[in-house]
């Protein structure tokens, strides 16, 4: 009875050995670990930068008035070919309209004035400038002339006391010409009409852009309307008898419309679009710079430009800068139309045939190296390069690597299924785990294990 104790607990034990064995070796192979790779590869890199935008304008070219009144004749229809200034119809002004008009003609006036004003500052200013630069090197000379004078005095003095005396007046003509060259090197004068003389100069830039917006607003008020471009008319929606208001109508009378487009004007013109660029890449755009640009609304097509515009005051919109670009179609486009949504991505740089690998195969190390892990043997080596320009998915590798080396662009933790087989003191085989192990008897009181990843 007692031997039988003492074979039920020492089978027990050998259990619990075997269990612990088992459980480490299940430990160890849920860390194994494997890699994503990719090879190293010679191609083409382009290195751009995107932005997204809207159509600024294309081949249609609206037309709009800001009259009011009777449509009493229209001279074009659909599919004429007119010229810029030809009179595309005539409205009879209403007394809205002509009010609008009179008041129109009066700020044109009044920005006609303000820009003869800045003009006559910038003027004034000039003249300020000239002066005080006259002045300040007139005040140099005679202070020079009169130290001269004040040692010639000197040197023809006889006696004590006329020397004296005259040692006193150099003194001070000395220090009346340090004064003065004071004075000239300071240019305090100067700079400050200087000053006045560039304020009026952007003065006068920003009194001629207010003429050009008045003449303009003052323009819109006339009662012939007339084409800006050459063109081809298109998309006609006046005709004589429609009365234009400038305020919004619930009527749906056809004697009723509000202000908006008459017609358009169909030019052989490239469509131009604008972009914003944050302030961190607009130092890197340049005019001319080429640009593939896609439109939303026009998904099957990838069109062609260039930067012809950069705007660098920026504008800042819930804290954040950016600089509108202005992008210019190498091709017309009839099917784009204005105030579309666009995105182009501005190329920067284009390499061809060089060694390339994925962005996610490079990372810095600790000391600002760049580097990347190249498999040797089944394992992983870190590799510094140097590295190039980039994609938005891909790297240049300049050096450190060769083209066919395997690279490392991810990990992934894989648990591993462990089968184990085990005799036990009581007989028979034991399996324990799920690796499908199968095999001979051990025999004794040994065990085994297999361990297989699972995928």
């Known amino acids: 009875m007692k031997n039988k104790k003492w074979w039920i607990i020492g089978g027990v034990i050998i259990l619990i050995v075997a269990g612990i064995l088992i459980y480490q070796k299940v430990k160890a192979g849920s860390l194994a670990m494997q890699y994503t790779t990719s090879q190293v590869q010679k191609g083409t890199i382009v290195s751009s930068i995107a932005a997204s935008g809207s159509i600024l304008s294309s081949n249609y070219y609206s037309i709009t008035t800001g009259a009011s009144g009777l449509v009493s004749s229209v001279y074009v229809k659909d599919g004429d070919k007119v010229y810029a200034g030809q009179k595309l119809l005539q409205i009879s002004l209403d007394q809205d309209g002509q009010q609008a008009q009179a008041k129109a003609y009066s700020a044109y006036l009044a920005a006609q004035s303000s820009l003869q004003t800045a003009q006559n500052n910038q003027l004034t200013a000039q003249q300020s400038v000239d002066q005080a630069n006259f002045n300040r090197g007139k005040n140099l000379t005679s202070a020079k002339m009169a130290v001269k004078q004040a040692e010639i005095d000197l040197n023809n003095a006889t006696g004590s006391a006329a020397r004296v005396q005259k040692k006193l007046a150099l003194k001070q003509a000395q220090d009346a010409l340090s004064f003065a060259e004071q004075q000239y090197n300071a240019n305090t004068d100067a700079q400050v009409a200087q000053a006045e003389l560039d304020d009026s100069g952007n003065s ?29 008319v298109s998309g006609m929606s006046c005709y004589v008898g429609m009365s234009i208001t400038q305020t919004t109508s619930s009527s749906n009378s056809n004697a009723k419309s509000t202000s908006g487009q008459l017609l358009a004007i169909f030019n052989q013109s490239n469509p131009v679009m604008s972009a914003d660029v944050s ?88 000391n600002g190296d760049t580097t990347v892990q190249v498999m040797v043997n089944n394992a992983p080596q870190i590799k510094t390069v140097q590295t190039g320009i980039s994609s938005d998915s891909d790297i240049e590798i300049v050096s450190g690597v060769n083209e066919g080396d395997t690279v490392v662009t991810g990990t992934v933790s894989k648990t591993t299924t462990t089968a184990s087989s085990t005799t036990s003191v009581f007989g028979g085989l034991r399996t324990t785990g799920g690796g499908g192990f199968s095999g001979a008897s051990l025999g004794g009181s040994g065990s085994a294990t297999r361990t297989r990843t699972g995928g």
Not at 207 to 232: F, M
Not at 340 to 361: E, F, H, R
């Open 204 to 232: 006068i830039s920003q009194a001629q852009i207010n003429l050009k917006a008045a003449y303009i607003a003052y323009q819109q008020t006339q009662a012939t309307v007339t084409s800006p471009i050459d063109g081809t």
């Open 279 to 366: 302030e961190s890449d607009i130092n890197k755009i340049k005019t001319d710079q080429k640009a593939t640009i896609t439109v939303d609304a026009i998904s099957d097509k990838t069109f062609t430009g260039k930067v012809i515009g950069i705007n660098k005051t920026g504008t800042v919109s819930s804290g954040v800068t950016n600089y509108p670009i202005t992008i210019q179609f190498d091709d017309q486009a009839s099917d784009i139309l204005p105030n579309m949504s666009a995105t182009a991505n501005i190329i920067l740089d284009t390499k061809v045939d060089v060694l390339t690998v994925p962005a996610a195969a490079v990372s810095t190390s600790t």
